[in-house]
């Protein structure tokens, strides 16, 4: 069965750095385009950054460019998400999703579509 896993969240002051890990069990992730998700409290998920299976393309919400940087390692069967200079408005619940390789981080709405394969979420708190 296909479980995907996310990991590396917990409490961290404004301006620090967290990286967050996706990992899989029942497939491997190298066939996958994968995307980063959040939902911060009381509000609704959005996309946060994708990456195409070989890193082919990369996407980023304008809001985390410059701060958030995603790549993976298919030797490990793990994406990252390196999160600097980590704002308040950075909290919520992240949760890794992937996604079939085509149709999915391109296009105008690269977070959108049907992402089937979901993480059940690691909490990041950004806070003083």
């Known amino acids: 069965q296909f479980q995907i896993v996310e990991s590396g969240g917990g409490l961290v002051q404004p301006g620090e750095s967290v990286t967050l890990s996706c990992t899989a069990s029942?497939?491997?992730?190298?066939?996958?385009?994968i995307g980063w998700f959040r939902q911060a409290p009381g509000k609704e998920r959005e996309g946060v950054s994708c990456?195409?299976?070989?890193?082919?393309?990369?996407n980023y919400r304008d809001s985390v460019k410059g701060r958030f940087t995603i790549s993976r390692d298919d030797d490990k069967n793990t994406i990252y998400l390196q999160m600097n200079n980590l704002i308040p408005e950075d909290t919520g619940v992240y949760y890794c999703?992937?996604?079939?390789?085509?149709?999915?981080?391109?296009?105008?709405?690269?977070?959108?579509?049907?992402?089937?394969?979901w993480g059940r979420g690691t909490r990041v708190t950004v806070s003083s």
């Open positions: 999703a992937a996604a079939p390789p085509v149709n999915f981080c391109s296009g105008y709405d690269v977070f959108g579509g049907t992402w089937p394969y």
């Open positions: 029942g497939s491997t992730l190298a066939y996958y385009t």
């Open positions: 990456i195409k299976s070989s890193a082919t393309r990369i």
